[in-house]
């Protein structure tokens, strides 16, 4: 075989997997699975570009809050910061620090990679949403103790109830020692002492859900929130 037609051959496999890869892509969506179809959501801090994933729209790893280290590092959290453009919003966050074991034995599976930039939510849609009336909001904060959990976690799943019109959101909270430490020291610094940095991180984020869940579709007066323990003692609270 000459150069030419070794060009020729090759161009030809090219197009022949160029047309398989269409066909197979099609044929994913047509069943329901995940595609590259880009979903755009306008919050107060910019635009994001979720997936949409067997007629659900996705978002995830939105920030609700500014990351809490160095210097907000046991404070309040702070307002996300406006960014420029789009923003992609098609891979899950870090969960906050935890014990990977403990959190894959009673926690609900793998929680991912860990950091303190942790401040992060997930919102699931019908893809059917694009509709005059808005959906009702179930906020789930997940569970284990304080000290476990991302809201990533299979058991957290929106998909089952966003494809019964509702708008799921789920979210990752600081844990253990980054959610709760108080010292002596922190005493002796000015302004405001709160020690409670977990359940206020809870708080921003049911803040964030009401100023921003319009953008998918959803209502804001009938957000609801839905919690295993303790994620319902702080509900309680």
């Not at 600081?174 to 991180?201: I, K, S």
Request: overall charge neutral; charged content about 15%.
């Amino acid at each position: 075989m000459n150069y030419t037609d070794r060009r020729r051959s090759a161009a030809n496999d090219v197009a022949v997997c160029c047309k398989i890869s269409t066909l197979l892509a099609s044929a994913l969506q047509g069943a329901g699975y995940a595609t590259s179809v880009e979903t755009v959501g306008e919050t107060r801090q910019g635009t994001l570009a979720g997936s949409a994933e067997q007629g659900i729209h996705i978002w995830r790893g939105i920030p609700y809050a500014a990351p809490p280290v160095g210097p907000l590092r046991w404070r309040a959290p702070q307002p996300a910061a406006r960014w420029q453009g789009v923003r992609p919003a098609e891979t899950f966050s870090a969960a906050s620090w935890q014990d990977i074991d403990y959190c894959r034995e009673l926690g609900g599976g793998d929680p991912g990679a860990f950091s303190e930039d942790c401040l992060y939510l997930n919102v699931w849609a019908p893809a059917s949403a694009a509709q005059p009336q808005p959906l009702p909001v179930m906020v789930w904060l997940h569970g284990g103790g304080f000290t476990i959990g991302a809201g990533s976690l299979p058991p957290y799943d929106g998909k089952a109830l966003a494809s019964r019109d509702v708008v799921v959101v789920t979210v990752n909270y600081r844990l253990g020692h980054l959610g709760f430490f108080a010292h002596p020291a922190l005493e002796e610094e000015a302004g405001e002492r709160l020690y409670n940095f977990a359940l206020l991180d809870q708080i921003a984020a049911l803040q964030w859900v009401q100023e921003n869940i319009h953008a998918f579709a959803g209502m804001p007066p009938t957000s609801r929130c839905l919690a295993n323990p303790p994620g319902r003692a702080a509900c309680c609270r």
